[in-house]
């Protein structure tokens, strides 16, 4: 039986977050000896964590609330710098050229970074695979929801609609992730819709649904919480691995009836949108040099007491080691060509 994602009202799974703990261990056990040595070049050092988005939101909140801990442990002054721009382009290719000294980290939207690498999206300037990644913040699936008032109770309702009519996604634009998801689904699922943009932003596009201009919307979980939580919308599908505990009877999309090939496909999609939210550095970093960040990074996210304050704040953590992402990048930018044609539709609307 699948796991079950813990409370929606935390955003994301508790659950998740023991196991991934249990596992930090790995990351603490590589750190050999020299560790010390290379954290103290940055000791007394000020080290920029680049936010690619404007102040206020998810991504910088995440990252204001690991900064002073990080820098703490490191002995030095961690800044937080917005930069945003290209949808995070900006940032990113502004780090990846970056000196590798420690001096400069970035807090990714992975499912951006690697989606737009993928499609090979204008403005990429930088490669996924050769980041020095320290570790992942957390992780959280996209639900599709329908509107409260909507006829349709399922995500298999939405699909008996597409037999006779064209079912309506709304999105902001194409290489948004809520333009993306619909791509995805119905190319995978061969699902006769259509993507409705031009929206002003995801506020706008999610008013569609209420007003049941649109049919459907697809988004991070935490995104739609308040959505559903008000009565506003319901949930028909989670684009993830494991179903949310709030709402059991709602399926995965790797629980469709799918065929090996839609599975497949499914499963990068899956293993995309789980990427999260993670901290990385330039190319190239001195290995004891990351593993230095690496060490602390682990320490200040498993401190019961940080792991508490996030979940109280909404912002829980579901942490996964640099090691661990550098291997799960590896295998995303292995997707199949058939679902790297998908992401370029979705791109390029």
Known sequence: MKRLHTSAAAAVALALTVTACGSGGSSDASSGSGDAGAAAELQGKTIELIVPFDPGGGYDQYARALAGPLGDELGADVIVVNKPG???LL???????????????EILNMT?????ALAGAEGVQYEPDKFSYVGR???EPAIVVVGSESEYSSFDDLMKLGESSEIRFSATGPGSNEYIDPTV???VLDLNSKIITGF???GEAALALTQGNVDAYSRALSSQLPLIESGDAKPVLVLGSERVEDFPDVPTALELDLDDDQQSLMESHVNLIESGRTIAAPPGMDPELLDALRAAFTKVVQEPAFMSSSEDAGRPIVYSSGEDVQEQ???????PQEYVDILKRGFSG
């Open 137 to 139: 913040l957390t992780s």
């Open 86 to 88: 290209a949808g995070g």
């Open 200 to 202: 002003g932003g995801s």
């Open 329 to 335: 990048v590896s295998e995303l930018m292995d997707a």
């Open 112 to 116: 951006g970074t690697l989606g737009s």
């Open 185 to 187: 689904l119905t190319s």
């Open 91 to 105: 940032a990113n290719n502004d780090v990846y050229k970056a000196d590798p000294d420690g001096l400069t980290l």
